[in-house]
């Protein structure tokens, strides 16, 4: 185990460069994920990491050694790949020892480590079988049984549920949550998926286009995001914004499209006129006498919560609500957002209030 | 009347039939299957049946033969060049065979790395493929010639030799002239074949592999090799048949000489029943390559039977 630098690290295909300048501190032990919408230059950086790419600039350390100019093999980790690159020719035994093979590790050894994996991941009655005769959710922990035989001080991963059915997605995301609580491996995981994020992470490293948006504990990016794109990217549905600007008359309020009012707690200082992107997440909306007129447009049960969709000042937000109410759309109802728990964002920046 | 309608009655009960067998699946089936089989009769078997049943007659060119048992090969077992024939046949396919594997798995190796100019280089690679045999087996003929061979100038210019090379002269010089003429020609499609079994495979399993602690020589025998294999059984059984049965390139550059030391079976077949006039005894040495195919045909087919990991599981 070890802890993960990442000091300013760049890189370009050319003249183009998809990573500008991304620094991530990973502590030993932490279980960190990588997320963005694709091309954001996660996988990159995770391929860098491993070595598979070159730094153009910037260094990444592995404990205290820079690894910038170490081999792959010698940086002494394990990754995942998103197709799990198996080999097919080998049994699932051999698969996960292939790499002690090559040390030259005793067979008596090698079966050893490989036995004590299998029987972490379930897969000891599966050994002798081949990549072909294996389900999915199998291969994927054929995948990760051969980098827990590595004992390495990193495990990497990339993309690694994306394979799988929403079903045995959710399943993996706890085996994987659970492996690392197990094992206490430094962790570094890309995915593209905002839930497999807040779910697994210790720390999230929000990128988009080549920079880090955010990075922090799961609650902290969801309570408190830096930015509009953060605050749109995290949590699901995603947050809705409206445009409008503050009014500050005896009490702050927030003047939306179509003169629609929602309330504000405290103003920011000298913020009267200001333009401003108005956040507020789908389950922080109540139905309240003092709330904004809004139309309903669509209702969408889920059993445990309800997602609606309404017209508020003309614009389409959604809310949800766990209690069960009766609506219909063309319902004229009154939405009211929670303002301790708002978000507000500079228009031309995007950056929090 | 009744007349009338009774004839009716069975016309429409002949065109019913004639609807039905139409409906039918067996008879649809069959008649789908009439002009392949056609084909497959006219082509294959019949002239297979002949060179058979030729190989058991004296039949000349010019009269008709009659049946005389296995005498045919019963005088070729006596027949020393005959035996010259096997014998250069199976070191003509297993010399040219062994280096168009080694050159055409490294030709293949080499295209599919990054190289500049890749495509040109992989239709260069082609061209003596494309070449027709019998332009190719002149060229060598030529590259060949006892006074005109470029070799021999070469070498000579650059000192190294003393006098002109009797390449097609000397009995191995000629066999190892046409084993280098076929190596020529068949690279291409043993390195293209195999260029298209190697992009098949993953890059994520070689990244897998340098990450696992694998040097190239561990990649090349623990990914690359395995993983071809199935593609090695199918392009070398392929190969080994056009060796086998090769007869162009022979009959340009040597005409199987000199002294019969480059004759083939093909060649030497030709030779006893088209030139010299016996094609009961041509046929004959025909039919005494066929256990050698079949044998190799067998040997590919417990070969290319699909190893345990390629079974089972869709993908």
């Known amino acids: ?50 070595g598979l790419e070159n730094i153009t600039s910037g260094t990444i350390s592995i404990g205290d050694r820079v690894v910038n100019n170490v081999q792959p093999k010698e940086r002494d980790i394990a990754m995942v790949f998103q197709n799990y690159a198996l080999y097919p020719h080998m049994t699932v035994g051999e698969n996960m020892g292939f790499s002690m093979k090559l040390r030259g590790e005793s ?4 079966n050893k480590r490989v ?16 990549p072909r005769q294996l389900s999915g959710g199998q291969r994927q922990r054929v ?16 993309e690694p549920l994306s394979n799988l059915d929403a079903k045995l997605r959710v399943a993996m995301r706890t085996e994987i949550k659970e492996l690392h609580q197990r094992l206490k491996t430094t962790t570094v995981y890309v995915t593209h998926d905002q839930i497999e994020a807040m779910t697994m992470a210790d720390k999230i490293v929000v990128m988009h286009d080549g920079i880090v948006e955010q990075m922090g504990t799961p609650l902290e990016l969801y309570d ?11 949590g699901s549905p995603s947050m809705n914004f409206l445009k409008g600007h503050v009014r500050v008359n005896g009490v702050a ?6 003169g629609v009012k929602l309330p504000l707690r405290n103003a920011p200082a000298a913020s009267d006129g200001r333009p401003v992107v108005y956040g507020v997440r789908p389950e922080h909306f109540t139905i309240a006498d003092d709330g904004a007129d809004a139309e309903i447009v669509v209702v969408e049960p889920t059993g445990s919560e309800t997602q609606v ?23 004229k109802v009154k939405l009211k957002p929670d303002p301790s728990v708002i978000h507000l964002f500079d228009e031309a920046t995007g950056k929090r209030v | 009347m009744a007349v ?45 049946a002949l060179g058979f049943w030729l190989g058991m007659t004296d039949t000349k060119i010019g009269g008709a033969g009659r049946y005389i048992g296995f005498q045919n090969f019963v005088s070729l077992a006596k027949d020393s060049v005959f035996w010259l024939s096997v014998f250069n046949t199976i070191f003509y396919t297993v010399a040219a065979s062994a280096v168009k594997f080694a050159i055409g798995l490294y030709l293949a190796l080499l295209l599919n790395e990054r190289l500049p100019m890749k495509s040109m280089i992989r239709a260069i690679v082609l061209l003596p493929f494309v070449v027709p045999t019998v332009l190719s087996a002149i060229a060598f003929w030529w590259i060949y010639d006892s006074q005109f061979s470029i070799i021999s100038w070469v070498l000579i210019k650059a000192g190294l030799i003393t006098r002109y090379i009797d390449f097609l002269g000397d009995p191995w010089n000629a066999r190892w002239s046409v084993v280098a003429a076929n190596i020529w020609r068949g690279v291409p499609f043993v390195a293209i074949t195999l260029l298209a079994g190697l992009q098949t495979i993953s890059p994520s399993l070689y990244e897998a592999a340098n990450l696992d602690g694998a040097t190239n020589l561990q990649r090349f025998r623990h990914i690359t090799l395995p993983m071809l294999s199935p593609i090695i059984a199918v392009v070398m059984t392929f190969s080994v048949l056009m060796t086998f049965t090769d007869f162009q390139l022979i009959y340009t550059i040597t005409r199987g000489g000199p002294i019969n030391s480059t004759h083939l079976m093909a060649t030497l077949s030709f030779q006893r029943a088209i030139t010299g006039g016996n094609l009961g005894e041509g046929a004959a040495i025909s039919n005494a390559m066929i256990p050698f195919l079949v044998a190799a045909i067998l040997l590919s087919f417990f070969g290319l039977q699909r190893s345990r990991w390629q079974q089972g599981g869709r993908d």
């Open chain 1, 107 to 110: 067979t008596e050894e090698i």
């Open chain 1, 309 to 331: 969709f309404a017209k508020l000042g003309g614009e389409q937000v959604v809310a949800v609500f766990r209690e069960r109410h009766q609506f219909n759309p063309g319902d």
């Open chain 1, 253 to 258: 309020t927030f003047e939306g499209p179509n």
């Open chain 2, 4 to 48: 009338m309608a009774e004839s009716t009655v069975a016309q429409a009960k002949r065109s019913s039939l004639w609807t039905r067998a139409f409906e039918s699946r067996h008879f649809l089936g069959a008649m789908f299957m009439v002009p392949a089989i056609a084909i497959l009769i006219l082509f294959l078997a019949y002239p297979l």
């Open chain 1, 1 to 50: 185990m070890s802890s993960v630098q990442i000091r300013d690290v760049r890189k370009s295909f050319g003249n183009f460069e998809v990573l500008h300048g991304v620094s991530i501190p990973i502590e030993d032990g932490q279980f960190v994920v990588l997320v963005g919408p694709s091309g954001c230059g996660k996988s990159t950086l995770l391929r860098m990491l491993a």
């Open chain 1, 224 to 234: 408190k995001p830096e930015n509009q794109f953060v605050a749109g990217f995290i």
């Open chain 1, 115 to 130: 036995k004590r994996a299998a029987e972490i991941l379930a897969l000891s009655p599966l050994l002798e079988r081949y």
């Open chain 1, 143 to 158: 995948a990760m049984g051969r980098a827990i035989v590595r004992d390495p001080q990193v495990f990497l991963f990339d």
